[in-house]
């Protein structure tokens, strides 16, 4: 890896529809980011002037997924997220306080755990999100996390029998319910840590500080994917990831070598399945100093809003997310090794599953629109 850049949050794709819903045209912060960003305009304002996500979901639908999306905003105001530790600390040997931090994730609803260093390339330079509501910082804010050192990273499984409908609406409650889990925990355990008497910050979908993949990366969770997305071992890419940063003294994991890299040069039925052809299916290039596939996050985020959801095929089409029986089990294990039988594995993912097809929804979702690739 080579020299890394620091991410400014205003710059991503959500930030940016975050101005165009919240702020509107006409507002001096539109108009001032568009002025330096002139590139990214016209894309952005298609993408403003589209529906948003759940338009495909019936009334009595729609709100299911609204309404988890509007807690995690609720729980992403800094009141919830960040706040001054006790005065006195509570001193707690290293790999004492770290299995206490694991247990309680896991008590509030964490599938996995990991903890690791924070390295400062992966907090972001300013403020993106929340668009200067009232309780969020105000966009622009310069963003300093240098006094933390350790990360403590989660990941919350979806729900794969909603996943599986990708791309129609019901995929949304899966990813819904990721998020609302994530913010839910995390903002907790900041808690925790801060009435032990240290510093700790939430970060999740409502309010990141830092880029939540390569600092599960670092932990140990999982390695990078060429979707662009975390692989576990446990639950394959069909998660959501939430992180707490501190600065207490915490004992920490390992990244882990799951084989990913070489699995994923084999593979590419991510690739292939992708309806808007944004993951590629060659090789990986040099982006931001580091050595990665380069998903094209602008045909992706579009084909959000042309679905109506955010998709979820690739996740699902990957070897690694498909059902914890024998014959996953049993192929899960040599996959981790780097090797020309990584190939043979895909095809026998494409014999037992076949070509992706999205699932029906559950019995209490109302008939929706499908969406057709």
Known sequence: MGDVERWDERDIMF???????????????????????????????????????????????????????????????????????????????????????????????????????????????HVGRGANREGYLRLGTPIDLSHHSTAIAMAFRMDYRLSRTGPDFPTLLATAKGYAMGAWVSVQLAQYIRMLGYSARAHHLNNYQVLVVP?????????????????????????????????????????????????????????????????????????????KWKLDEEECYRYWHVAGT???????????????????????????????HQALMTWADKLVYGKYRSAPGPDFIDPYKRYRR
Not at 31 to 59: F, Q, S, V
Not at 311 to 330: G, R, V
């Open 310 to 340: 955010d998709c979820s095929i690739c996740m699902m089409a990957c070897p690694w997310t498909k059902p914890d029986n024998w014959f996953h089990k049993m192929m899960s294990v040599p996959a981790t090794i780097a090797g020309p």
């Open 15 to 125: 930030a940016r529809k975050d101005f165009f819903r919240y702020l509107g045209t006409d507002s001096p912060e539109y108009k001032a980011y568009y002025e330096a960003h002139p590139e990214y305009l016209e894309y952005d304002t298609k993408i403003g002037n589209m529906p948003g996500l759940g338009k495909t979901g019936a009334p009595a639908d729609a709100p299911m997924f609204e309404t988890q999306f509007a807690m995690t905003s609720e729980i992403g105001l800094e009141s919830f997220v960040n706040g001054e530790p006790a005065p006195d600390k509570v001193e707690i040997p290293p790999e004492r306080a770290a299995q206490k931090v694991k247990g309680l994730a896991r008590l509030l609803g964490a599938d996995l755990v990991k903890i690791g260093p924070l390295r400062q390339e992966w907090t972001y330079t």
């Open 215 to 291: 600092v599960a990366v670092d932990c140990g969770l999982g390695e990078l994917s060429r979707a662009g997305y975390l692989i576990t071992r446990e639950f394959g890419s069909a998660i959501r990831l939430a992180v707490v940063t501190t600065d207490m003294d915490l004992t920490h994991d390992r990244p882990v070598d799951l084989g990913i890299q070489s699995f994923c040069e084999h593979c590419k039925l991510c690739a292939e399945e992708c309806p808007s052809r944004a993951i590629p299916m060659g090789d990986k290039v040099e982006y931001n100093g580091i050595k």
